[in-house]
């Protein structure tokens, strides 16, 4: 029969990266955090057009879905192909039916011009009435003034700035310069080594954290809300909720799965559609977190969203799969090619 929740939330995505699996290797190992942004992430996204942007997320949008997944905040950057590049992501996500919230991530790597392309991005989708929040991509990334930018056409559109913040230690000065711009609708995103506390919500990614290798976050510990992320990698919310209750625990043995869980509640604050969506589990016990953190490979079977059956026995209903699954690999063969 199997219990039903509302939809997960997944609090940290990257629809763009759900083609990079089996990219070429980087020429020189990294070795730092920062290297494997370098190597990896920053060749990635150079490349990354539009069409690739669509089919990467129809994918990852896909996949989230058959996780039970009915919400993803979204946090994007493809700096050769920045205007449309949100309205293209949240088409994607609504095409497969699921949630989608869009940002785009501002950054002066690309220098002004190209800090000035992403505010206007953001802008652009959010006064159409797009679902969003102001992106940036990190303070490390962005001088003084493009944070002050992004603070300001958040406050001024009613929304928060979606940020990675101090994720590895080359980022462990962002809280003494974002602490005078952030506000309490913030999404502040890693905080491994943010050395004073931001009023603001946490998106804990722990199995990100883990493959960066950049340490452990202490989400216990966080003053506020705190979600789960998986920053890229998938959107199966169960998996992260299972993982980051372990690595909790590594940590802290008294840690409990009840309050694993509830980071995977606080999503349905971010995006409280998503908890009157329906899921149904393959597994009986799929409300109660001490079951759910020891029973690996639970399914989505069934999912509502907004009263629609977009998952009817584990297979999406508006998309055929295997074509979402073909083209996007035409699509990552196109991208390997130019890396
Ligand atoms: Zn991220």
Not at 9 to 29: D, I, N, W
């Amino acid at each position: 029969m199997g219990d039903s929740t509302g939809g997960m939330v997944c609090g940290h995505h990257h629809l763009y990266s759900a083609l990079a699996r089996g990219m070429p290797a980087p020429p020189v190992t990294p070795t730092t955090f920062l290297e494997i942004l370098k190597q990896v992430w920053w060749r990635l996204d150079v490349a990354l057009d539009a069409e690739m942007i669509r089919w990467s997320a129809m994918l990852g949008a896909l996949e989230a879905l058959e996780s039970g997944t009915t919400a993803i905040v979204d946090h994007h950057e493809s700096p050769n192909a920045i205007e449309g590049s949100l309205d293209v992501i949240a088409a994607a996500c609504s095409e497969v039916g699921v949630r989608a919230v869009c940002a785009y991530g501002v950054t002066d790597r690309h220098g002004p011009e190209g800090a000035r392309l992403g505010l206007e991005e953001n802008e652009r989708f959010l006064r159409a009435g797009g679902r969003g929040m102001v992106g940036v991509h990190a303070a490390f990334t962005c001088s003084d003034d493009t944070l002050d930018r992004a603070a300001g056409l958040a406050a001024d559109l009613g929304v928060g700035v979606h940020i990675h913040v101090a994720e590895g230690d080359v980022d462990a000065g962002a809280g003494d310069r974002l602490a005078p711009l952030v506000r309490s609708d913030w999404l502040v995103v890693h905080a491994v080594h943010l050395a004073r506390p931001l009023p603001a919500t946490l998106a804990h990614n722990p199995r990100s954290n883990m493959n960066n290798g950049v340490g452990y976050a202490r989400p216990r510990s966080w003053g506020g809300p705190v979600v789960l992320g998986t920053d890229g990698i998938g959107g199966d919310m169960l998996e992260e909720f299972r993982l980051g209750y372990a690595r909790a625990r590594e940590e802290d043995v008294t840690a409990t799965p009840a309050e694993a869980w509830g980071w995977v509640r606080a999503g349905w604050d971010l995006v409280p559609e998503a908890a009157r969506d329906r899921v149904r589990w393959s597994y009986d016990g799929a409300d109660d977190p001490w079951r759910l953190a020891f029973t690996p490979g639970v399914r989505a079977l069934d999912v509502w969203v907004a009263g629609e059956q977009v998952l009817a026995g584990g297979r999406a209903t508006r998309v055929d799969p295997e074509e979402v699954r073909a083209r996007a690999a035409e699509q990552a063969r196109r991208l390997f090619a130019r890396l």
